[in-house]
């Protein structure tokens, strides 16, 4: 790959999406468990001991449950029903696990009962990804016209050093912005402008030099000519030395 805006662009894009598995594995992996661990804390706090009739357990679950949206249902140590609030939950079968349902969360108290809950509206892993993507498409197209604009600056300042390079001495490249692409514009026309100048001595040099070399030529041609005494030519080639000397 070659263009330079596409490197860039798909650097961006391949980061973004690295970032965006990890957030997903983390969320997975961490921020899962902790609410079903957070709500259990609460309840041994809350709960009747095991012992209790199964309406006061159904009334400490109630009042476990009154400011949250959650499902909640608890097992004695042998898999039995004491108590649940909201839709029906299944037995626990291990700490943590998930199914077609959705996810559940399954803690078991110091006492061998088991508290299983399941959150309303929860926004899960598709909800995640979902949001995940959305902002990866978001700073994908955001990214691309300022990623493109950058590179765009460098092809024109690329055209300009090939003009110069062909002849081209008036050739010049806009100065956008105050980064180091513009810096390194504003570097070409200062250069270019310098080259131009060097030609213009240049040719200044040439025409001036050949002009003051003629004319004592000339004088020695006519002294030639007209048979002049040689000191005359002698003057004359004396004065066409020191211009030659002069010139290097």
């Known amino acids: 790959m070659r263009r330079l805006y596409l490197r860039i662009y798909f650097a961006v894009l391949a980061s973004l999406v690295v970032f965006a598995v990890a957030a997903a594995a983390l969320w997975h992996s961490v921020a899962e ?36 949206r959650v499902d909640l249902a608890l097992f004695g140590a042998d898999g039995t029903r004491l108590a649940a609030v909201g839709a029906p939950l299944p037995a626990p079968q291990r700490a943590w696990w998930r199914f077609s349902g959705g996810p559940f969360w399954a803690s078991q108290l110091p006492d061998g009962r088991w508290l299983v809950s399941r959150p309303h509206h929860r926004r899960g892993p598709a909800f995640v990804l979902a949001a995940l ?47 180091e692409v513009a810096r390194l514009a504003a570097s070409f026309n200062r250069a270019a402008g310098r080259i131009e100048e060097l030609v213009a001595a240049h040719k200044w040099l040439l025409a001036n030099t050949s002009h003051e070399l003629r004319t004592p030529l000339a004088r020695i041609r006519m002294a030639l000519e007209l048979g002049k005494d040689k000191s005359v030519i002698e003057r004359d080639i004396a004065e066409l030395d020191a211009l030659i000397d002069e010139v290097l």
């Open 133 to 179: 993507a959305l902002i990866l498409a978001a700073v994908g197209v955001g990214a691309y016209p300022v990623v493109r604009r950058v590179t765009r600056r460098l092809e024109r300042l690329q055209q300009g050093v090939e003009a110069l390079g062909a002849g081209d001495l008036a050739a010049r490249v806009k100065v956008e912005g105050h980064d």
């Open 33 to 68: 468990p902790r609410e079903g661990d957070d709500l259990a804390l609460i309840a041994r706090n809350v709960l009747p001991p095991a012992a209790a009739s199964p309406a006061e357990q159904q009334a400490a679950l109630e009042r476990v449950v009154r400011d949250v």
